[in-house]
């Protein structure tokens, strides 16, 4: 049986008993009779591969996967002088919102051999500092933030997903949030719906602002009142549906009648939804309930949620693609990158109760599948 450990050293020289002689581009080198350098141009893709012919290419890397080569990270930023690391900065990781956009983020970075080291700071800015310094101190090149404010210049390219205040070098990548407004209010009114009540996002969560004066623009624009009794601010920091819970409690314990609700994301409005159906209300058909977001579990609660889209996992990708570009110099600085959202219609909402709408309007309901 040949041994692995012979061919691998290149040279002849068996590798020592129990200790596997480790595959460099050297190895590779002599194994195929070219230099290193001809390899490591062909392994890495650099401009110098598109002078090597593309069978040659093909048997460095067959050879390659049959020598199991591993590149060595460390050697390779220490000529470099770079780590390909990328610090995350994230509110929270559990939650569907902020693990969606993780994922998208994931994605992007490990099609192009980049790293990241991931911290959460809970809205401690205290811990948010100390992480930033923590991450910098272990060589990342950049930095994403995932609900977290920025009101300071970084000092490493930064992206903030859902970042709504400018700070000099911050690309900020942001939903339209009149446009959502627009979409779910206007459908609400064309169901017939007068009484509408509002789920307001935590002071402390990024989005919270923004989204509640393009929801107020919007209504002065559509007409829509707004009433501060049926208006009901979220607290504290659960990231499952139980968030919704005591605030669709409070809005029954007032005794002000409404046949509709925008909650502020998906779940607190699944949350808001046990509490009605509790209270032996019915959706839709006695309160239709609009959500925000469309994390992965709308399309399954009961009944499907009715949502804004965000498209979380292309946002992640959005900001990995441009923070490489910034540490790379690629392109222009932009400081902020809008996202269009999307309404999905599902069964959370219908014709406010005692209202049948006429099947022209009915089929002017824009509807997309999800």
Do not use: C
Not at 13 to 39: C, Y
Request: aromatic share 6%; no cysteine.
């Amino acid at each position: 049986m040949k041994t692995p450990n012979k061919v691998r050293a290149g040279a002849g020289k068996p590798a020592a008993a129990g200790k596997p002689q480790r595959v460099t581009l050297k190895t590779i080198a002599e194994h195929l009779n070219l230099t290193p350098g001809t390899v490591s141009a062909a392994l890495n893709n650099s401009a110098a591969a598109r002078s090597i012919p593309e069978h040659t290419k093909q048997r460095i890397h067959a050879a390659a996967q049959e020598l199991n080569y591993r590149p060595n990270f460390f050697a390779r930023s220490l000529r470099l002088q770079r780590t390909y690391t990328i610090g995350v900065i994230a509110e929270e990781i559990g939650d569907a919102y902020g693990s969606t956009i993780i994922s998208g983020i994931e994605q992007h970075l490990r099609q192009n051999n980049f790293f990241f080291l991931t911290v959460i700071h809970r809205h401690d800015k205290k811990l948010l500092q100390t992480y930033s310094q923590m991450l910098q101190s272990r060589g990342v090149e950049g930095f994403i933030t995932v609900d977290t404010s920025i009101t300071e210049q970084p000092a490493l390219p930064t992206v903030a997903v859902a970042g709504h205040q400018r700070a000099p070098g911050v690309t900020n990548i942001v939903l339209d949030h009149k446009r959502a407004a627009y979409m779910a209010l206007q459908h609400l009114q064309g169901l017939g719906h007068e009484e509408i009540a509002f789920l307001k996002g935590q002071p402390f969560s990024s989005d919270s602002l923004a989204r509640w004066d393009a929801i107020t623009e919007v209504a002065r624009q559509l007409g829509v009142r707004i009433r501060p009794e049926l208006v009901v601010q979220i607290e504290g920091t659960d990231s499952t549906p139980m968030i919704g819970y005591p605030v669709g409690r409070q809005l029954l314990a007032r005794k002000r009648p409404f046949t509709a609700v925008f909650a502020y994301n998906d779940i607190s409005a699944i949350g808001a939804i046990w509490a009605f159906r509790e209270a032996g209300l019915r959706v839709p058909e006695d309160i239709s309930v609009v959500g925000f977001d469309d994390i992965p579990g709308a399309a399954f609660a009961n009944p499907a949620l009715t949502t804004v889209r965000q498209p979380l996992l292309r946002m992640g990708q959005i900001a990995a693609q441009t923070v490489i570009e910034r540490i790379e110099q690629r392109g222009t600085y932009q400081p902020e990158i809008a996202i269009e959202p999307e309404f999905v219609i599902r069964e959370s909402s219908g014709p406010a109760p005692g209202k049948t709408l006429p099947a022209t309007v009915a089929m002017e309901q824009p509807r997309i599948s999800g």
